[in-house]
């Protein structure tokens, strides 16, 4: 409820703001309102003392979320927890509220208020796809925030009339978009590839165990088998060529002739294994 509520009352507020904005465009002293800087930002203006002046607030902002670190995190998983710990809950609460509403200010000549929103999330988005720590977390967050910045600030100055604020905004969703792709544990791209690996691999294994299936109806667990009664009993059918060649790459089957194949020792010490046998049961031992 309390998610559905911000959202609607953002989409609300955001759209209510858009409409006074198009009804202030056509007063004759439009250009005095200056909100199209304050929505979009506008970097190009910013001076000297602009970045030092951010450069204080953010160091004074991150010594406090160094100081209240741990308190921070008791709140953002179990404030309940918290609670019962005697934290003074309800503060840090609004300290954490303060700390966001403070990065909201400073970036508000770079980026605008409606594009600061990607700028807060989109860079702890991207460093959750490539750590599961919290502290590593907030560094890499840090990191591509930054990197986000130097980036769109310099393919803006090398682009006429090209603004910095929607250049920066956009590299960061780059960022984005690769660590989503492209990271180890939770990228999409290694994410299939490990089930793809895994589908494989359980493929494999079923033939394997359809061989063992079939050796223990004859006295000796070499025994070859033909292919085509493997096709029978393996699903899909027409990948049990290839499955068995794998097989053999491991070392666990050898073919006999052009349509026969068998189990090796190292394949019947991997199916009983699957089977959850022990080698002295294996009657054909």
Same mark, same amino acid.
């Not at 990065?103 to 929103?117: A, D, F, N, P, W």
């Given at each position: 409820?309390?998610?559905?509520?911000?959202?609607?009352? $953002?989409?609300?507020?955001?759209?209510?703001?858009?409409?006074?904005?198009?009804?202030?465009?056509?007063?004759? /002293?439009?250009?005095?309102?200056?909100?199209?800087?304050?929505?979009?930002?506008?970097?190009?203006?910013? *001076?000297?003392?602009?970045?030092?002046?951010?450069? &204080?607030?953010?160091?004074? +902002?991150? +010594?406090?979320?160094?100081?209240?670190?741990?308190?921070?995190?008791?709140?953002?998983?179990? =404030?309940?927890?918290? *609670?019962?710990?005697?934290?003074?809950?309800?503060?840090?609460?609004?300290?954490?509220?303060?700390?966001?509403?403070?990065?909201?200010?400073?970036?508000?000549?770079?980026?605008?208020?409606?594009?600061?929103?990607?700028?807060?999330?989109?860079? +702890?988005?991207? +460093? #959750?796809?490539?750590? /599961?720590?919290?502290? #590593?977390? &907030?560094?890499?967050?840090?990191?591509?925030?930054?990197?986000?910045?130097?980036?769109?600030?310099?393919?803006?100055?090398?682009?006429?009339?090209?603004?910095?604020?929607?250049?920066? &905004?956009?590299?960061?969703?780059?960022?984005?978009?690769?660590?989503? $792709? $492209?990271? =180890?544990?939770?990228?999409?791209?290694?994410?299939?590839? *490990?089930?793809?690996?895994?589908?494989?691999?359980?493929?494999?294994?079923?033939?394997?165990?359809?061989?063992?299936?079939?050796?223990?109806?004859?006295?000796? =667990? !070499?025994? =070859?088998?033909?292919? #085509?009664?493997? /096709?029978?009993?393996?699903?899909?059918?027409?990948?049990?060529?290839?499955? $068995?060649?794998?097989?053999?790459? #491991?070392?666990?089957?050898?073919?006999?002739?052009?349509?026969?194949?068998?189990?090796?020792?190292?394949?019947? /010490?991997?199916?009983?294994?699957?089977?959850? !046998?022990?080698?002295?049961?294996?009657?054909?031992?």
């Amino acid at each position: 409820k309390y998610d559905s509520a911000l959202g609607m009352m $953002l989409s609300v507020f955001f759209g209510f703001g858009l409409v006074l904005l198009t009804f202030i465009q056509k007063r004759p /002293d439009a250009n005095q309102a200056g909100l199209d800087t304050y929505l979009f930002g506008q970097a190009a203006s910013l *001076r000297v003392s602009d970045v030092v002046m951010m450069a &204080v607030i953010a160091a004074v +902002a991150l +010594a406090l979320v160094y100081v209240l670190w741990k308190e921070f995190k008791v709140l953002s998983f179990d =404030p309940d927890f918290g *609670r019962t710990l005697g934290l003074p809950i309800r503060r840090l609460d609004i300290a954490l509220t303060t700390l966001l509403v403070v990065s909201i200010v400073i970036g508000l000549q770079t980026v605008g208020v409606v594009l600061m929103s990607a700028m807060i999330i989109s860079p +702890a988005a991207a +460093a #959750r796809q490539w750590t /599961d720590r919290l502290g #590593r977390m &907030v560094v890499l967050s840090g990191v591509f925030g930054a990197l986000a910045g130097v980036t769109g600030a310099a393919i803006s100055s090398a682009q006429a009339k090209l603004p910095t604020g929607p250049t920066i &905004v956009v590299a960061v969703s780059f960022i984005v978009g690769v660590s989503l $792709l $492209l990271a =180890p544990n939770r990228g999409m791209v290694w994410s299939r590839l *490990r089930t793809w690996r895994a589908g494989r691999r359980l493929r494999m294994d079923a033939v394997l165990m359809d061989l063992f299936l079939l050796a223990t109806q004859h006295d000796s =667990p !070499e025994h =070859p088998h033909d292919r #085509r009664v493997l /096709d029978a009993m393996s699903f899909p059918r027409g990948a049990t060529k290839r499955n $068995l060649r794998l097989l053999a790459d #491991r070392g666990y089957v050898q073919q006999i002739d052009a349509t026969r194949w068998a189990l090796t020792q190292d394949g019947t /010490d991997r199916a009983r294994m699957l089977a959850h !046998e022990s080698p002295t049961d294996w009657k054909l031992a």
